[in-house]
């Protein structure tokens, strides 16, 4: 086993900083179609026109067909494994290209399918809803073609709608909540989630931070999510933990470092959100 790859943003590749970009798949310099194992410290929306294989993400491994998307998230394992030539267009972007326009800090986290641990990360959509959303790809790719001054300010009101459409699309297929403005403290907790997960994973230090109760936490992430507080905890830590597999790292050490008294539990803890063991999971790798 060795280390898994990262690649990072190139924020400067216009000759000025722009904190997002877009290209064809199959045109697009450098694109990473890396068949081993990596991850992107950034946002990633990919469309598939054409091709067939795998894309694996994490645990799951999504069908390359036409007309699917596939939303990754910073810090996601993941590999390509192509049969035919995949055709289509990738949209990227640093966390801060919309931080930095919005003063909402939870937005990226209001989106359904971005830090996703519970329902799929992928989703085929009709013909019509995917050249809807194409056609807001090409804009944004239009204006990369004659980039002006206040070319930042009109990309960003592009992806915005363009994100807006993509969580209702995948609100509808995967049967979850497209509001995204109500209680904020769900996203917050999911912020909190992925930005001090290794400090603490107790669901009392969430409900703490946040400043609300325990029980009001589980209740709104019941709501929003179908999971409890706990389940969602144990979700990112079984996330956290096969990336951890993934290097040459001992299980011994792997489960001290999560805060388990003994080995023994943390194999336990893992079957049972598994249906497999550490062990078995790192030789299926």
């Known amino acids: 086993m060795t280390k898994i790859k990262t690649y990072h943003f190139l924020p400067c590749k216009y000759g000025l900083e722009l904190l997002l970009d877009i290209g064809r798949i199959e045109t697009l310099n ?119 001054n206040d070319s930042n300010h009109l990309i960003r009101s592009l992806l915005y709608q363009l994100l807006v459409i993509l969580n209702r699309y995948y609100a509808d297929i995967h049967n979850v909540p497209r509001d995204t403005y109500v209680h904020s403290d769900f996203y917050r907790f999911r912020s909190l989630l992925e930005k001090k997960f290794i400090d603490d994973r107790s669901v009392e230090a969430y409900s703490k931070a946040l400043n609300i109760s325990a029980g009001f936490l589980n209740k709104i992430c019941r709501q929003f999510s179908g999971l409890s507080t706990q389940q969602m905890i144990h979700y990112k830590m079984i996330s956290e933990i096969k990336k951890q597999l993934y290097q040459n790292k001992s299980v011994k050490e792997i489960s001290y470092e ?28």
């Open 30 to 148: 450098n694109y990473v179609l890396d068949n081993t194992l990596h991850q992107l410290s950034f946002y990633e929306v990919i469309f598939i026109e054409e091709g067939t294989g795998t894309f694996t993400l994490g645990e799951n491994k999504i069908l390359i067909a036409p007309q699917t998307i596939i939303f990754t998230s910073p810090g996601q394992v993941r590999c390509w494994e192509i049969e035919e030539k995949v055709k289509g267009y990738t949209l990227f972007f640093d966390k801060d290209f919309i931080h930095l326009f919005f003063s909402d800090e939870l937005f990226l986290y209001r989106f359904q399918y971005f830090h996703q641990y519970s329902h799929p990360t992928e989703m085929h959509i009709p013909e019509e809803s995917f050249g809807k959303c194409l056609e807001l790809v090409q804009e944004i790719e239009q204006e990369f073609g004659q980039l002006q």
């Open 258 to 285: 999560f805060g388990f008294s003994d080995p023994s539990n943390f194999n336990r803890f893992f079957k049972k959100l598994t249906g497999i063991t550490p062990q078995q999971y790192r030789k299926k790798i």
